[in-house]
């Protein structure tokens, strides 16, 4: 596993986050052999995790090795209810442990991001007004995905959203994000700067992800080097040795052919292809082409002449790729991760890896 | 042809399954094994011709072979080398790393003048793909179904499943019960086939035949690549086409190529 770390980390773009299962749960010798590996690389770590546990040991590993923590959480206890065991009372506690370790954290002044599931639990009706409610006070940096159920699961999908309704949910919280500059709310401020092109392409659901390569990389038990994992549920993991941009190629003459936002969307993340199947646009089409409605509209509304991403032909594939930007208005609060890398990379990627960001998963 | 949009750039590959990593060198294997019971169907006077390939990479060792085996070689165009596999030919420009030449490998010249003349497009663009295929040693009932496959389209594993009898057949999927895996040609993408041509239906008496004496030379090439091939041939496997790409799944691996347009899945299942 090392070896392959070893080999993802020589590309700076590559964002390495220790992912679970629970990541927490892992004895804190073999948690803090990954966090040295990682820090050894790259001076900071990044985890995932349910914060279900955390020890004192914890705290020091994440002080020691520079961490910077995602917590998988979808809002209050309440909201939170898909989360965590099943028995209503393990649940509860659950829940009660969670709240208090994030307590824990902000008493401890170690920042957390979070990363929110937005399903029929957390947002629709009045709980999407307590969702972002929450999240400006719990959660100030939020990554808010829609929830993505397998398509062979014979149940889950009663709790996922109509795409009508992730529109519905995404452009509240989009309308909460403009009205407050601190919140860091994604994919909101990564799609403004979509489509002021102020780029790299992000999160990676809208950068033409190829089914079979994937942005993201997933390093199995044995070493081996997988896709992400949205793709397990057909059950093949490992990565083919090429990517292809066929499907963004195809829906760009047909399924997706003549839409406004096609060279800012890519048809969506494969995985959430329509029926089940990666060929397909997203099945949340309406909800994507909502929110870039949405900012399209505001943006212009304030600024009614900028040029904007899509005002310029082919402008990600072509003009960006060379190095070159047309507003230099987008930065993001935590800064370097949004910049372009310099134009001498640029020029030796291959087009599709050069579309990099944030993480699109379902966690 | 069925494009009716810029088809995509031709790609091809496979994701074995968990554990089955094996797969790939299996495939790598097979398409070199492809290539060379081509060549030596001809040396060995299995058949008159052969469509081959010269490699910028290894065209002097190539050239050496064919006049050591005292056969012939006429070239019929320059195209495109590399990204795997292709259903057509694009043609290439000037010669480099990046052109392969595309002919004919044949025992005796006339026969590779005649089909290097047959390849040649007439008023409708195509080429006499019935007199090629007579010249390569295809069956007749094949060549001629090809003629009428190759209207429509250029990769016609569909067309072909349709044409089998016993198929069954719901809406747009076709299920082959009875094919004899050894014409199976949706694996061909991934460089995995017996036959080098199309058959007209999954259980061709005429291809059954041949297929017999193909999977013959290549178990005297490479008995273990052959087992091999022989094995994972016969199992379950799907073969769907969707917006110009073929998913093909397999026990052991599932693969993904570029093909035709079309807006509703074609689907063949192969028990």
């Not at chain 1, 749960?25 to 948690?31: A, C, G, M, V």
């Not at chain 1, 159920?149 to 014979?154: A, E, L, N, R």
């Not at chain 2, 492809?34 to 490699?55: D, F, I, P, T, W």
């Amino acid at each position: 596993m090392i070896v392959t770390l070893e080999e993802i980390s020589e590309d700076p773009r590559e964002a390495i986050i220790l992912h679970g299962g629970e990541v927490l749960s892992l004895p804190i010798k073999d948690l803090e052999f990954f966090l040295k590996a990682v820090h050894t690389l790259r001076g900071e770590t990044h985890i995932q995790t349910s914060l279900s546990v955390l020890s004192s040991e914890h705290i020091r590993l994440f002080r020691k090795y520079n961490t910077n923590i995602g917590i998988s959480v979808d809002g209050p206890p309440d909201l939170n209810a898909l989360r965590g065991p099943r028995d209503p009372a393990r649940n509860a506690e659950y829940q009660k442990n969670l709240i208090a370790n994030m307590k824990r954290l902000q008493d401890e002044k170690i920042p957390f991001g979070t990363i929110t599931i937005l399903s029929k639990v957390n947002a629709t009706g009045e709980n999407l007004d307590r969702l972002i409610e929450w999240a400006q006070v719990h959660a100030n940096r939020g990554r808010f995905n829609p929830m993505f159920v397998p398509s062979w699961h014979p149940t889950l999908s009663q709790y996922q959203l109509s795409p009508s309704e992730l529109k519905t949910a995404w452009i509240r919280l989009a309308e909460a994000t403009l009205e407050n500059p601190g919140f860091e709310c994604l994919p909101v401020r990564e799609w403004v700067d979509n489509l002021i092109g102020c780029g790299p392409l992000a999160c990676c659901i809208v950068a033409r992800c190829d089914y079979l390569t994937t942005m993201c990389k997933t390093i199995m038990p044995d070493g081996s080097l997988a896709r992400c994992d949205r793709c397990f549920e057909q059950g093949f993991y490992l990565r083919a040795e090429r990517a292809t941009q066929a499907r963004a190629d195809v829906l760009k003459q047909t399924e997706c052919a003549g839409c406004r936002y096609f060279d800012i969307c890519g048809g969506g993340c494969p995985g959430e292809g329509e029926g089940g199947d990666p060929r397909r646009k997203t099945v949340f089409c309406e909800a994507y082409y909502g929110l870039y409605e949405f900012l399209e509209t505001r943006i212009k509304g304030l600024m009614p002449n900028i040029q904007m991403a899509l005002d310029v032909p082919d402008y990600y594939d072509d003009f960006y790729m060379k190095g070159q930007r047309i507003n230099f208005v987008g930065k993001m609060q935590n800064g370097t991760w949004r910049s372009p890398p310099p134009p001498d990379q640029l020029q030796q990627q291959d087009k599709s890896q050069n579309q990099k960001g944030g993480c699109g998963c379902g966690r | 042809m069925e494009d009716k949009i810029n088809p995509p750039m031709p790609y091809s590959e496979i994701l074995p399954a968990y554990g089955h990593g094996w797969i790939r060198d299996l495939f790598r294997d097979a398409n070199k094994l492809q290539a060379n019971a081509e060549y030596e169907s001809v040396k060995r006077g299995m058949r008159e011709a052969s469509m081959y390939h010269l490699n910028p990479q290894d065209y002097d060792r190539q050239i050496d072979q064919i006049m050591r085996d005292g056969l012939a070689f006429q070239s019929i165009r320059r195209v495109k080398a590399g990204g795997g596999f292709s259903h057509t030919h694009q043609d290439g420009a000037d010669l480099g790393p990046d052109t392969l030449v595309y002919g004919v490998l044949a025992r005796d010249l006339d026969v590779a003048a005649a089909i290097v003349k047959a390849s040649q497009p007439d008023t409708s663009g195509d080429a006499d793909n019935v007199s090629i295929g007579e010249l390569l040693g295809y069956p007749e009932c094949c060549r001629k179904a090809f003629a009428e496959f190759w209207k429509t389209t250029y990769d016609p594993v569909f067309e072909i499943a349709k044409n089998t009898p016993g198929c069954k057949t719901d809406g747009n999927t076709i299920t082959i019960e009875h094919g004899d895996p050894r014409l199976y040609v949706h694996f061909r993408y991934f460089g995995v086939r017996i036959i080098p041509w199309f058959p007209c239906s999954f259980n061709c008496e005429a291809s059954v035949e041949l297929a017999e004496k193909w999977s013959a030379l290549m178990y005297d090439i490479d008995p273990e690549t052959t087992e091999a091939l022989l094995g994972i041939l016969p199992m379950e496997s799907k073969w769907d086409l969707l917006n110009s790409q073929i998913v093909v799944n397999h026990p052991y691996f599932m693969g993904r190529a570029t093909s035709y347009y079309t807006s509703e899945n074609k689907i063949v299942v192969f028990k």
